[in-house]
């Protein structure tokens, strides 16, 4: 008779549930937006903004940028000079192409490459060669 009355009692609380047209589940659904609509800003926003980042000197762009060259400044480099007279002439430093030896050594070789300013591509290369200009080119610069 226990086992009985213990199915009739589950039973009863299985169609209560039923009948009262709440889910049997205990957990609770996440809440429901209307179709078609976005949530509000209020709802995605973060609690607190993040840290404003200070700007420094050294993160401009005008710390980073390379030298260009004109035809002007690269007919008045001449071979036999230094790298310190040709950043002078530009204006800066270009962009190590390549490296061969080390410094200080005989036959150290350094190639630099400045964007030039002209056509589409416009460029020119210098070969110093124990820190003298070997060998200048160009091409497109105006």
Same mark, same amino acid.
């Given at each position: 008779?226990?086992?009985?009355?213990?199915?009739?009692?589950?039973?009863?609380?299985? @169609?209560?549930?039923?009948?009262?047209?709440?889910? !049997?589940?205990?957990?609770?659904?996440?809440?429901? !937006?209307? !179709?078609? /609509?976005a949530p509000t800003p209020e709802a995605t926003a973060?609690a607190t903004p993040p840290p404003a980042t200070p700007?420094?000197?050294?993160? /401009?762009?005008?710390? /980073?940028?390379?030298?260009?060259?004109?035809?002007?400044?690269?007919?008045?480099?001449?071979?036999?000079?230094?790298?310190?007279?040709?950043?002078?002439?530009? &204006?800066?430093?270009?962009? @190590? @192409?390549?490296?061969?030896?080390?410094?200080?050594?005989?036959?150290? !070789?350094?190639?630099?490459?400045?964007? &030039?300013?002209?056509?589409?591509?416009?460029?020119?290369?210098? /070969?110093?060669?124990?820190?003298? @200009?070997?060998?200048k080119s160009q091409i497109g610069l105006q």
């Open positions: 008779m226990k086992k009985m009355s213990f199915f009739i009692v589950a039973f009863a609380i299985m @169609l209560a549930g039923c009948s009262s047209g709440q889910p !049997t589940n205990t957990a609770s659904p996440p809440p429901a !937006t209307p !179709t078609g /609509t973060p700007v420094t000197e050294a993160a /401009t762009p005008a710390a /980073t940028e390379k030298a260009t060259i004109t035809k002007s400044e690269f007919e008045q480099i001449e071979n036999g000079m230094s790298f310190e007279e040709v950043k002078k002439i530009v &204006g800066g430093e270009g962009e @190590l @192409l390549a490296e061969v030896g080390k410094a200080g050594e005989e036959g150290y !070789t350094i190639v630099y490459m400045y964007e &030039g300013e002209g056509t589409i591509g416009a460029n020119a290369n210098f /070969t110093f060669q124990g820190g003298v @200009l070997q060998v």
